[in-house]
């Protein structure tokens, strides 16, 4: 029989389907649904080393003797414009506010057929160390009251263009996602004087059985009631608020953690489509006691449809116990060396 399962952080509750369960292998790519190799360099592409705009502007730049390899840029098609004052307006029950704050891409390599899966380790620091620094840069603005930092992988997952890139949003106001967790986490806290964030970790660390990865600095488990087959989250073992704090060595065990999972989707289940957001304090609140900032991965296995629409609630044909078990025992050392 189906069972439902309550997330405590997100308060969501998930149906698992049992009866159509899949094993974790099935929900791998088939063959033929797979694309061909992308060349390396690609004459239309933008992104790719050569074909740099020189009239186009810069915020951030990592280099070394082989050139660029990291680069953040404007959207080309912004949603948000750093160009202007944050002004709020309301009347009667119509309320908007100017579309002013972020809208960046950071270019995560030069090779049009990199990704992260198999990158060097070095080029994934360079990719987290680039989102660490205009993090940091960007919430100093005293309009952005929240900072996105997402990455689309494959055309099911949002992405209009192939090459590597990941891209940051700055808005405004406090999206009311974010909002609600802080408000769930806001009530744990004042409960039970802990981290709701902390708990639900030390729970997890606890029951072992929905652990992916575990490093000095991070762990990476599916929740509980996972929204959808293989959706992660990676929390950093140290409490703190705001995705800014991280250090430079937590900087290399995220890099790692990233690289390694990410392969571990690349080569069990076919290089599938996947979200990855890192969901971090609003600017203002950076020092939290209550609330913990992580990484959230989602791979887009199956697809959302008019009962997810209709109910605001998730039907999951994969137990998260199963599906965190086969990429927890799928050894990404025995796979091709990296690019």
């Known amino acids: 029989m189906s069972h439902l399962r309550q997330n405590v952080i997100t308060k969501d509750w998930v149906i698992f389907a049992t009866e159509r369960a899949k094993r974790p292998h099935e929900f791998a790519r088939s063959q033929e649904d797979i694309p061909p190799e992308l060349p390396v360099y690609k004459h239309s592409c933008p992104f790719c080393k050569g074909n740099e705009n020189a009239d186009e502007a810069e915020y951030l730049r990592i280099e070394d003797e082989r050139g660029w390899r990291v680069r953040i840029i404007p959207n080309k098609y912004p949603a948000l414009s750093p160009i202007g004052d944050r002004i709020r307006q309301s009347e009667g029950i119509h309320r908007s506010i ?6 960046e891409v950071l270019i995560e390599h030069p090779d049009h057929n990199a990704t992260i899966a198999r990158m060097d380790i070095h080029d994934v ?3 987290v160390r680039a989102y660490r620094q205009r993090y940091n840069e960007i919430r100093l603005d005293r309009r952005i009251e929240s900072i996105i930092i997402f990455k689309n992988h494959g055309e099911s997952a949002g ?3 192939e090459h590597p890139h990941s ?3 700055a808005t ?7 909002r609600y967790r802080m408000i769930e986490a806001t009530s744990f806290f004042d409960d039970m004087g802990d981290c709701l964030f902390c708990y639900t970790l030390n729970d997890e660390l606890k029951a072992k059985e929905r652990i992916v990865l575990e490093t000095e600095h991070f762990v990476t488990f599916m929740p509980y009631a996972a929204l959808s087959p293989f959706h992660m989250w990676v929390f950093p073992r140290r409490h703190t ?3 800014g704090g991280i250090t430079d060595a937590e900087i290399e065990d995220l890099a790692y953690t990233l690289k390694t999972v990410l392969a571990k ?5 076919n290089n599938p489509a996947y979200n990855f957001t890192i969901r971090s304090m609003p600017t203002d609140d950076r020092d939290s006691n209550y609330f913990h900032w992580y990484l959230a991965i989602v791979p887009r296995v199956t697809k959302a449809a008019g009962f997810e629409l209709g109910s605001g609630m998730y039907i999951n044909t994969a137990m998260p116990e199963d599906s965190a078990k086969f990429l927890r025992e799928f050894d990404v050392s025995l796979m091709p060396p990296d690019l």
């Open 172 to 178: 405004p106001v406090v999206p009311s996602q974010i």
């Open 98 to 103: 100017t579309g002013v704050g972020y809208h």
């Open 167 to 169: 891209q940051i949003t």
């Open 159 to 161: 992405t209009s263009l």
């Open 241 to 243: 608020a705001s995705f």
């Open 265 to 269: 989707l690349f080569y069990g289940l």
């Open 125 to 127: 620091i360079n990719i």
